[in-house]
């Protein structure tokens, strides 16, 4: 902005170069005649120089204040990107504990699950151990049943033969009058 081909600012010397050798100081080509009562005397230059510095120090003053105003929202804008990283990295972390967590309890009720079915297949065994115990219990049982019903068969028949040979024999007889 306001660059020349003088460069920046330094239009303003060429200007009252040209105006000294015009005549705008009163020393240069046509001094203070009449043909050179339109143009602009040394005053007004000087005016219209210091409405120029004016102007160009408020184009300044307005472009630093836009230059700053922009970097104040880019600080804004990256403060927001910061919190909003940091933010989506908080979410991120919470979606992971609690994916943990839910791995955490799945895994925990696996085994609970592993747990009661291994219990079920205990409590299966031992009701078979028992039944199995019961069973034998009673095969013993009806095993040493036969075995007291053979005795007794066995001696009734003993116990007949030998009265079948003996002959009559009474128990208690009375003894003989005369003996």
Do not use: H
Not at 7 to 28: A, D, K, T
Not at 29 to 46: D, I, K, L, S
Not at 101 to 130: P, R
Not at 148 to 174: F, H, I
């Amino acid at each position: 902005m306001g660059e020349t081909t003088f460069g920046e600012g330094s239009w303003i010397f060429g200007l009252i170069v040209l105006l000294g050798l015009f005549g705008g100081f009163g020393g240069g080509f046509g001094g203070n005649n009449a043909a050179m009562a339109g143009f602009a005397t040394t005053a007004e230059v000087q005016n219209s120089i210091n409405s120029a510095f004016a102007q160009q120090n408020a184009q300044n003053i307005l472009l630093s204040s836009a230059n700053n105003n922009y970097e104040t929202a880019r600080l804004i804008s990256d403060q927001n990107m910061a919190m909003m990283n940091q933010s989506n990295s908080n979410l991120i972390n919470a979606i992971q504990g609690y994916n943990s967590l839910g791995a955490t309890v799945q895994n925990g009720f696996s085994s609970v699950n592993q747990s009661i079915a291994n219990l079920g297949y205990k409590m299966d065994e031992c009701c078979c151990s028992i039944k199995t115990m019961l069973l034998e219990n009673r095969l013993q049982d009806t095993q040493l049943a036969l075995q007291d019903a053979q005795n007794k068969a066995v001696n009734a028949e003993q116990s007949a033969y030998l009265l079948n040979v003996m002959g009559k024999w009474v128990a208690n007889a009375p003894a003989a009058a005369g003996a």
